[in-house]
Every structure is written in structure tokens, then in C-alpha cells.
T-cell receptor, first 115, second 111 residues
């Protein structure tokens, strides 16, 4: 079974530039999550989708971050404009359904460096 | 958002030894508890769920104390391949789906 796919794997940009990340979840997984993991910290949930609807975006910095999952399958996360403190690994995860009882499967992440 | 606290380590442990990690959580409404493992520059992967009665999976034993809001992970007969960061994870509580991760405990098994 194919895992969660993410691209690009690495991205280097200058502050104030824009960047977008793409995620394709495991086939059949209705729930998709975006996490931010800063070096030395655990992943922090940014946004959760159930199909194409947003379940939780309480920790998403909405002034600069946006995410969409238009067809309920793949998703994009955008940062515009980027700040130095956005340097992190952005992890996408998916699960069969909502509910913490379902295991979340993580993609390899996109490592973002903002200069 | 509620917090999950872990000792970041690193824990340097000789191969074959037993090592224990502890974790505390602040959200009394949390119902689901997990340990995830994260290798260097890799994504987190579920190691095991933690049940109220305690549970064991091979060399790994997880315990939960709801009254003290405390979770533990015990690794027996540690192997070199156990070297990784171990993340304590709890759900957001109140029926919400989101997970809150601790910062992780870094374990180094030495030959």
C-alpha cells in the first residue's frame, strides 16, 4: 500500500517569498492533517480536514498560512509571505477517519528553510 | 491548547539495559494516548497505543495513570535499533480528533 506522498522534499526560500506544499494521502483516508515540526520540538497540528471540510484550524496562523483540500483527496498548504520562524518540517498525515482511535500515517515531510 | 511534557534527554543507555520514559499531560479530558517513534530526519510512526490497564508489545510496555495524568514507556533488553526519539501523544479531549505531541525524548543505545 502506498504511503502518504509529499512534495517537494526540500525548499529554500527568502523571507517574504511565498511557498506551497503538496500532500496526497493514503487512498481511502478521509482525514488529512498538516503539522509543523520545528527542530527539537514535537509536531504541532496546523489544520485538520475531514474530506474537503475543515475540522480544526485553531493553530493555523491565518494571516499568512492557508490550506485547501478541494476534492477531498490531495491538499496544498501555502505560506505567504514566509518569515524566518517558519523554517521547519511540514508533515502531512492521514487517517481512515476522524477520531483519535485511528492511527495517523505521516508522509516524509517537506523541510523548509527561510533565509 | 493543552500541553504534553517530556524529559528531552538524551538518554544514553548501554545495549541490553532497561530504560523508562515518563510523560505528563495537562488536559484531563484526553481519552486516547500513544507513543510514537521518530528516527532522525524521518516522519513519526505509531509505536503503540496506551490503554488504561497497561499494555505490552514485545519488549515495550506502556502504562497510564489517569489520576496523575502520567504516561510511561518501558523498553526492556534495549537494542541498537531502538535509538530514536520517542514522542508522547495525547488526543485533544472533548471528542476532538487532533493530537498533541510532546517534544520527544531522545534515546541513544550504545554498544
Amino acid at each position: 500500500e502506498a504511503g502518504v506522498a509529499q512534495s517537494p522534499r526540500y525548499k529554500i526560500i527568502e523571507k517574504r517569498q511565498s511557498v506551497a506544499f503538496w500532500c496526497n494521502p493514503i487512498s481511502g483516508h478521509a482525514t488529512l492533517y498538516w503539522y509543523q515540526q520545528i527542530l527539537g520540538q514535537g509536531p504541532k497540528l496546523l489544520i485538520q480536514f475531514q474530506n474537503n471540510g475543515v475540522v480544526d484550524d485553531s493553530q493555523l496562523p491565518k494571516d499568512r498560512f492557508s490550506a485547501e483540500r478541494l476534492k477531498g483527496v490531495d491538499s496544498t498548504l501555502k505560506i505567504q509571505p514566509a518569515k524566518l520562524e517558519d523554517s521547519a518540517v511540514y508533515l502531512c498525515a492521514s487517517s481512515y477517519s476522524g477520531g483519535a482511535i485511528y492511527e495517523q500515517f505521516f508522509g516524509p515531510g517537506t523541510r523548509l528553510t527561510v533565509l | 491548547r493543552k500541553e504534553v511534557e517530556q524529559d528531552p534527554g538524551p538518554f544514553n543507555v548501554p545495549e541490553g539495559a532497561t530504560v523508562a520514559f515518563n510523560c505528563t499531560y495537562s488536559n484531563s479530558a484526553s481519552q486516547s494516548f500513544f507513543w510514537y517513534r521518530q528516527d532522525c530526519r524521518k516522519e513519526p510512526k505509531l509505536l503503540m497505543s496506551v490503554y488504561s490497564s497497561g499494555n505490552e508489545d514485545g519488549r515495550f510496555t506502556a502504562q497510564l495513570n489517569r489520576a496523575s495524568q502520567y504516561i510511561s514507556l518501558l523498553i526492556r533488553d534495549s537494542k541498537l535499533s531502538d535509538s530514536a526519539t520517542y514522542l508522547c501523544v495525547v488526543d485533544s479531549g472533548g471528542g476532538a480528533d487532533g493530537l498533541t505531541f510532546g517534544k520527544g525524548t531522545h534515546l541513544i543505545i550504545q554498544p
